[in-house]
């Protein structure tokens, strides 16, 4: 009896829970229309992505472009994953032993002037970044040094052939700075056209743009991804300061910054708004650099360079440092959760990543009285005016050196004097630099350790050719196990042996919005899957 | 008529009156500008905090100690700590340094430079005197601080720059006051004896005309002395002033203000407080100074 009651109970509330269950609302679907607000904390310096690599050009113009293959708007946190944009089928096997790709481009396409994309003008756009004329800029030309040739044989077809087979093309492909632009518009308007002005293929069409106000967007009804976008447009409010930008998202003048906000901001937003806010968290391909300036003494002593490395205690800095800032990850030079990175227990056997920070700087101290500085000296930390994470992580490490005796002032500049004083008038002491990437691809990103007559990017002014041989090694070597070999003895040296400069931690994101705002995924890079063409709102 | 002999008694007790002491004096302004005097004594305290910063203090100004970050103001931190774990109550003890050290060094300059061209220009006169005008009015027709925006974008920033970009638009205003006073010294017959007497324009400028225009110059400076700790707090707080981790209480409000005014308002409370403390307490000693020197206001 008793037994019977069990059963007629039990079977009670799995009737129950099933006709819950069904009624329970489904994975909601994607809804149409609306405009998104968003802020950006950065200024349009043009809008050629070509030339341009900065978050204040991408985010707000992004939308209007498209590129060959892209990084998987589902799936934006795995540094495999790519998916083509205006190729179809998957990204093509390649052939001739890993050295040609042959993609094949949808004929379905039209730039917003009605003009019918072919794939000469995505090989007019692959020329102009390899190869451009002279006097052209090209921002990332570094990054396909392995192209031998792009070739357009049919309106359908666009072939890569390489030198050498490497890891490291595909990758690049998926750099959201190569917008695909028209040949018609490079052959009738010059390669500087796009500097300001805007034609492409993207979700969104360009209406205008107030400088220093907004830039806005409008849904493109032809666009070649079907039953998308989903928003009517969209609104890229311009808002330097963070405060403003806090206030955007709080006030919901804004519903979203794509760049990251300090963990303390998360935390005064979330408890303000509650459930009406979302937070989205993740690593960061960008990392904050100590650039030591080898043309000044005492600074081309590898010996001095080292006791400033092993004067930081990363690992006590990360417990921290990440609770006032927008860093957190201990790694060396390659992005922290690639296969290609260190493991802890390798990193810890680098110079200043040891575990016990008091032998560290005991060997910290015994370096610099070898070097002839018994007593330390002093010196100007150049930084960049911006707070996040530059100012703080500034501070920081002023307090750990002066842990070793040495006394450091801190020189800070606006962005513009601060990058004129790192590439054209090199006065600086020490600096703090960073090596901020988009899509995940070692390989290259570690590119700015090299020589400084080969990397265009490395402001320490060294030439180091052991380095330069090594990273054309693990470029070529098409075994990963062996590549990674290659990189530890890369990492070692850099970073440790030489020193030459040296990665503080690296940054993490943290990007609160509207909880309305749906469909947009957290990439590991500030860069990424800004396209908006999966972006919804629920309102 | 009074006989000699009267003028004689009176002068006797003239010379009988007793001697007043410095206290008695001081009493007696103090009784008279009551204002003057809080905001002396509140200058005065601050010279002190700055002059014994180290001993006043317990903890080390620019030492981070992240085990204690934002600590709320209670006994061990009078005033709470920061986001690097730092005493706000030392800094701003530290930060007094930097404020008067900027402050008095600009003003200084400012009204000292101002008190030499602004004299120069009323003894000379003429077109020198119409041409160095025209340029003062260019340079006060800007705003102190966009004047001092332009100097540190040029120069960089730095407690050298910063006191520079303060000192370069006091220097019109200072001067422009002192030449008012100069124009009507110039016209005194003692000032053409001297031609006469052929001295050197220098010798005229410095030992017959700038001491005689002394109480304009020390009402400037004395009125500049806020301006210059309020400027320097700008340009520290627009991050164009000193830089971290020099404590300045307009850096330490720039650091706080934006991402802890809610969670840790003491943060930004404190250097606020200290800035306009200190800004109130000088442009009230500068008035009392000013109605002490200026003949007009001491007659009424």
Not at chain 2, 182 to 206: K, N, T
């Amino acid at each position: 009896m008793r037994n019977t009651r069990m059963k007629t109970l039990l079977i009670a509330v799995a009737v129950f829970a099933l006709a819950l269950w069904s009624f329970a609302p489904a994975e909601a679907a994607p809804k149409k229309g609306g405009t998104l607000k968003f802020v950006v904390g950065s200024k349009i310096p043009s809008y050629d992505g070509h030339i341009e690599s900065t978050f204040g050009m991408i985010h707000p113009i992004r939308p209007f472009y498209s590129l060959l293959i892209r990084v998987n708007p589902d799936n934006p946190a795995s540094p495999t994953d790519f998916v083509c944009d205006v190729c179809e089928g998957g990204i093509p096997a390649p052939t001739e032993g890993h050295t040609k790709y042959t993609f094949k481009i949808r004929g379905d396409i039209t730039f917003h002037n009605g003009q019918k994309l072919t794939s000469a003008d995505v090989k007019a756009t692959y020329d102009k970044i390899i190869s451009p004329p002279k006097g052209i800029e090209s921002n990332r030309k570094a990054f396909f040094s392995m192209v031998e040739s792009v070739t357009a044989p049919d309106p359908k077809t666009l072939v890569f052939k390489l030198k050498y087979p490497t890891g490291a093309f595909v990758p690049a492909l998926a750099l959201p700075y190569n917008f695909i632009y028209s040949k018609a518009d490079l052959d009738k308007h010059g390669y500087k056209w796009h500097q300001k002005n805007v034609n492409g293929t993207g979700a969104f069409r360009f209406v205008q743009h107030q400088p220093g106000a907004f830039v806005e967007g409008k849904r493109y009804d032809k666009y070649h991804h079907k039953g998308k976008p989903h928003l009517d447009g969209f609104r890229a409010i311009s808002a330097p300061k963070m405060a403003i930008r806090l206030q955007a998202i709080r006030g919901d003048r804004a519903a979203i910054e794509f760049r990251g906000f300090p963990p303390k901001a998360r935390d005064d937003l979330k408890k303000a708004l509650g459930d009406k806010l979302t937070v989205q968290e993740s690593d960061w391909n960008c990392n904050l650099m100590v650039t030591p300036n080898h043309k000044r003494k005492p600074f081309d002593d590898a010996r001095v360079r080292r006791a400033l490395t092993l004067a930081i205690d990363r690992w006590g800095g990360s417990k921290y440092l990440s609770r006032i800032a927008i860093v957190k990850t201990v790694g060396g030079v390659v992005f922290p959760k690639h296969p290609l990175a260190a493991t802890k227990e390798e990193l810890t056997k680098i110079a200043g990543y040891w575990p016990d920070i008091n032998k560290s700087r005991a060997e910290a101290k015994r370096l610099l009285k070898e070097a002839g500085y018994p007593n330390g000296f002093e010196f100007t930390l150049h930084n960049r005016g911006v707070d996040q994470p530059y100012k703080v992580v500034g501070t920081w490490v002023i307090d750990q050196w002066r842990k070793i005796g040495l006394k450091v002032k801190q020189w800070v500049q606006p962005s513009g004097p601060f990058y004129a004083t790192l590439r054209k008038k090199k006065n600086f002491d020490v600096s703090i630099d960073f090596n901020c990437q988009s899509v995940i691809n070692p390989l290259v990103d570690v590119s700015k350790f090299i020589s400084d007559d080969k990397a265009g990017n490395q402001y320490a002014q060294y030439q180091d050719r052991q380095l330069d041989k090594w990273f054309e090694q693990m470029n070529k070597e098409p075994d990963v196990k062996k590549q990674r070999a290659i990189m530890r003895k890369y990492e070692k040296r850099a970073l440790d042996e030489m020193a030459h400069q040296f990665v503080t931690l690296w940054w993490y994101k943290i990007n609160p919005h509207r909880s309305y705002v749906k469909g947009w995924k957290i990439a590991p890079s500030h860069y990424l899957n800004q396209h908006l063409d999966n972006v919804w709102i629920e309102k | 008529m009074a006989s000699p002999s009267d003028l004689a008694v009176s002068e006797m007790d003239f010379d009988a009156l007793p001697e007043r002491s410095w206290v008695d004096k001081i009493k007696d302004t103090a009784r008279k500008k009551p204002l003057g005097a809080v905001s002396a004594c509140a200058v005065f305290v601050m010279l002190l905090l700055a002059a014994f910063a180290n001993v006043i203090t317990f903890y080390d100004p620019v030492q981070n100690a992240f085990d204690s970050m934002h600590v709320a103001p209670g006994a061990a931190h009078w005033f709470g700590t920061d986001q690097f774990g730092r005493d706000i109550f030392t800094r701003i003890v530290f930060g007094a340094r930097t404020a008067l050290f900027v402050g008095f060094s600009a003003s200084i300059l400012g009204s000292t430079a101002g008190l030499i061209l602004g004299v120069g220009s009323a003894y000379f006169g003429g077109r020198f005197d119409l041409i160095f005008q025209r340029f003062m009015d260019i340079f006060i027709s800007f705003p102190l601080i966009i004047m001092a925006l332009s100097v540190v974008s040029i120069f960089g920033t730095g407690t050298q720059n910063v006191i520079l970009a303060i000192t370069i638009p006091l220097i019109p205003r200072c001067a422009r006051v002192v030449r008012s006073s100069a124009l009507a010294i110039r016209e005194i017959p003692y000032v053409d004896a001297a031609r006469a007497l052929g001295f050197a324009h220098v010798r005229i400028i410095f030992r017959h005309m700038i001491p005689n225009v002394m109480a304009p110059y020390l009402i400037m400076l004395t009125s500049f002395l806020g301006q210059a700790i309020l400027l320097e707090a700008s340009l520290s707080y627009l991050g164009l002033g000193v830089q971290e981790p020099t404590p300045a209480w307009g850096l330490m409000l720039q650091g706080g203000a934006e991402e802890y005014a809610e969670s840790a308002p003491w943060i930004p409370v404190f250097p606020g407080l200290a800035i306009t403390a200190a800004v109130f307490a000088f442009n009230l000693f500068g008035d009392a100074v000013r109605d002490t020197l200026d003949p007009r206001l001491r007659s009424e």
